[in-house]
């Protein structure tokens, strides 16, 4: 903050530039909350070097274009709680953010070179955010019912736009501009592009494109309600071998009429009134294979949520109505994750093993004795180039993925299961026919027959999901929420 002789030079300076009570704070580099906070009048008797003819008592401001004015604070508490009343959002406190066009840091810059040509040499400008959050926090706080927190996940955004922004722009940004740029008559520019062209500007030249100082108003604003994403995990079966596990477009077309992801996230979306969810799991199956056991470890970030009070004692509600709406999938274990553990569905995906169960056939015939040699190999190390029936969607390489243990029972002198625990990764079918040599060993070389997979199931996925400590939680809560 600068010093008493200073902040009243400051006062005298700026004094008939058309500039509010609140920016002349600013400016004197106040950083004092319980005086933002105060009305416009209780602000003039506090200080009492602000005559009314140092502070504009006109709406509008030459700063902050009435932005910090008492009715304007008012009218942005009016515009927020219209859209807080039209939305369904559920909040425990709130987050103001205020974004600024940059027509107020053109503005700015000017003051500030006023006064440092007026011998004022280091101005510490509070900055605009922040006086508006110390002057609309407690409207809000009033107005809402509810505590202003920086550590909120809901946020009431507004952004500014004045009718000259564009303008102010365009004019600053041709005085640096080659004549190339200029043919070209670009009207938008970022933050950045304007404050490196404001660093090389004079004061005479940002008197020109602002023109006379005046009180400014026609500062439009847009609100937008935005809360943190939740995410919800889980584990789900599908039963289906037509099923993908998301949606399958080709050229734009669908290829399937549903898929695993979408009859999750459908019923979560309608639930929390978000307005996107995003899908995720522990690796995948492919269309004609089955998750059984357990299931397949998920997890579903939901974008903007509104109604996000009651959740986590309803996650096995919202089971029920996406277990309820189809025979294709079914989903267990539903949880509200934190983000901090959500990491944990992709910690050591190579490293983690599954367990499958296929159903092989050979054409030549097989007995008990040539599947417990099989079997009785063990651990087997293979190498695996990318399967011909993935090459067009992934890059050619050559995986090393390991066969822990395998299992047979055979169903007659054709046919065979095969239960396999694998490294992660692994493909199973590839494994069993060879893939034209491209995984090696393989079933087929190793029985000396040839070898082919009718069916494939994936019986479990050895991840600890959702974290135990959660589901433990979740438990008591379902408990505490169904007692008398």
């Not at 510490?124 to 909120?152: F, N, V």
């Given at each position: 903050m600068t010093n008493d002789s200073e902040e009243e030079r400051i006062s005298n300076l700026l004094a008939n530039k058309h500039i509010c009570t609140r920016c002349l704070l600013r400016f004197r580099g106040l950083r004092d909350a319980d005086v933002y906070c105060l009305k416009n009048d209780e602000i003039l008797l506090q200080f009492k070097s602000f005559s009314p003819k140092k502070a504009t008592t006109v709406r509008g401001c030459f700063s902050c274009f009435g932005i910090l004015d008492d009715s304007m604070a008012q009218e942005h508490a009016d515009a927020i709680m219209k859209a807080i009343d039209e939305s369904k959002f559920e909040f425990a406190d709130f987050l103001g953010q205020l974004s600024l066009c940059p027509s107020f840091a053109i503005h700015q810059k000017l003051i500030e070179l006023f006064l440092?040509?007026?011998?004022?040499?280091?101005?510490?400008?509070?900055?605009?955010?922040?006086?508006?959050?110390?002057?609309?926090?407690?409207?809000?706080?009033?107005?809402?019912?509810?505590?202003?927190?920086?550590?909120?996940?809901?946020?009431?955004?507004?952004?500014?736009?004045?009718?000259?922004?564009?303008?102010?722009?365009?004019?600053?940004?041709?005085?640096?501009?080659?004549?190339?740029?200029?043919?070209?008559?670009?009207?938008?520019?970022?933050?950045?592009?304007?404050?490196?062209?404001?660093?090389?500007?004079?004061?005479?030249?940002?008197?020109?494109?602002?023109?006379?100082?005046?009180?400014?108003?026609?500062?439009?604003?847009?609100?937008?309600?935005?809360?943190?994403?939740?995410?919800?995990?889980?584990?789900?079966?599908?039963?289906?071998?037509?099923?993908?596990?998301?949606?399958?477009?080709?050229?734009?077309?669908?290829?399937?009429?549903?898929?695993?992801?979408?009859?999750?996230?459908?019923?979560?979306?309608?639930?929390?009134?978000?307005?996107?969810?995003?899908?995720?799991?522990?690796?995948?199956?492919?269309?004609?294979?089955?998750?059984?056991?357990?299931?397949?470890?998920?997890?579903?970030?939901?974008?903007?949520?509104?109604?996000?009070?009651?959740?986590?004692?309803?996650?096995?509600?919202?089971?029920?109505?996406?277990?309820?709406?189809?025979?294709?999938?079914?989903?267990?274990?539903?949880?509200?994750?934190?983000?901090?553990?959500?990491?944990?569905?992709?910690?050591?995906?190579?490293?983690?093993?599954?367990?499958?169960?296929?159903?092989?056939?050979?054409?030549?015939?097989?007995?008990?004795?040539?599947?417990?040699?099989?079997?009785?190999?063990?651990?087997?190390?293979?190498?695996?180039?990318?399967?011909?029936?993935?090459?067009?969607?992934?890059?050619?390489?050559?995986?090393?993925r390991t066969i822990f243990s395998m299992n047979y029972q055979l169903v007659d002198e054709r046919h065979f299961y095969m239960e396999l625990k694998t490294q992660a990764g692994t493909y199973i079918k590839e494994f069993v026919h060879g893939d034209l040599g491209r995984t090696t060993p393989n079933v087929t070389d190793l029985l000396g027959k040839e070898t082919d997979i009718l069916s494939l199931d994936v019986l479990e996925v050895d991840v600890e999901w959702p974290p135990a400590c959660l589901l433990a939680a979740d438990k008591a809560v379902m408990t505490s929420d169904d007692s008398p």
């Open positions: 440092a040509a007026e011998g004022i040499a280091d101005v510490r400008t509070t900055p605009m955010k922040q006086a508006w959050k110390w002057t609309c926090g407690p409207i809000l706080e009033e107005r809402l019912g509810k505590l202003y927190s920086m550590d909120s996940r809901f946020n009431v955004h507004i952004q500014t736009q004045t009718d000259s922004a564009n303008e102010l722009c365009v004019r600053l940004m041709s005085l640096f501009e080659t004549a190339k740029a200029k043919r070209i008559r670009r009207t938008t520019f970022t933050q950045a592009e304007v404050n490196g062209a404001l660093s090389r500007v004079s004061l005479e030249k940002l008197i020109e494109i602002c023109g006379p100082w005046r009180p400014l108003v026609g500062l439009d604003i847009v609100v937008t309600l935005l809360h943190e994403p939740i995410f919800i995990g889980g584990r789900y079966n599908k039963l289906s071998r037509t099923l993908p596990q998301s949606p399958w477009l080709v050229d734009g077309e669908r290829r399937r009429d549903s898929s695993v992801e979408e009859l999750i996230s459908v019923p979560i979306r309608e639930w929390l009134h978000c307005t996107a969810t995003t899908f995720s799991s522990s690796g995948r199956e492919d269309v004609d294979v089955r998750t059984l056991g357990r299931g397949r470890p998920f997890l579903i970030e939901c974008l903007n949520p509104q109604l996000v009070n009651s959740i986590a004692a309803n996650t096995h509600r919202i089971e029920e109505t996406i277990n309820s709406r189809t025979s294709e999938i079914r989903v267990s274990y539903l949880t509200v994750i934190p983000k901090d553990k959500t990491d944990t569905i992709k910690i050591g995906e190579e490293d983690k093993t599954k367990t499958y169960r296929a159903l092989c056939y050979c054409p030549a015939g097989i007995d008990d004795g040539e599947l417990a040699r099989l079997c009785a190999i063990g651990t087997l190390d293979l190498i695996q180039k990318t399967p011909v029936r993935v090459l067009h969607r992934r890059p050619l390489l050559d995986r090393r």
